[in-house]
Nanobody, 123 residues
Framework: QVQLVESGGGLVQAGGSLRLSCAAS????????MGWFRQAPGKEREFVAA????????YYSDSVKGRFTISRDNAKNTVYLQMNSLKPEDTAVYYC????????????????WGQGTQVTVSS
């Protein structure tokens, strides 16, 4: 079993920044990719960003490219999502995921999910 626990969500004004963290425990499978999805009310869950286990390859959705940065610290079994220039449209529950990157879309085939952390951006 792998457990993923997100933290760092909260309320922020438009233009502000937040950094999300995801800590993995159990059988962490550190060489698998890690990433983030989000789901806004009334919308489907969408891919946000992913990182290879070494961090040398990263992938982003068009909606966050240039504003969000994914990174990971394998010694701490933790992946981060630095979110800058936040917009009200970024309001969603953000979920951490571990699995395999599908590079064409890009997206992930996730095996494990975190419980989610709420991010709310006010105008």
């Amino acid at each position: 079993q792998v457990q993923l626990v997100e933290s760092g969500g909260g309320l922020v004004q438009a233009g502000g920044s937040l950094r999300l963290s995801c800590a993995a425990s159990g059988r962490t499978f550190s060489r698998y990719a890690m990433g983030w999805f989000r789901q806004a009310p009334g919308k489907e869950r969408e891919f946000v960003a992913a990182s290879s286990w070494s961090g040398d390859r990263t992938y982003y959705s068009d909606s966050v490219k240039g504003r969000f940065t994914i990174s990971r610290d394998n010694a701490k079994n933790t992946v981060y999502l630095q979110m800058n220039s936040l917009k009200p449209e970024d309001t969603a529950v953000y979920y951490c995921a571990q699995g395999v990157v599908r590079t064409v879309e890009p997206t992930m085939s996730a095996r494990y999910w975190g419980q989610g952390t709420q991010v709310t951006v006010s105008s």
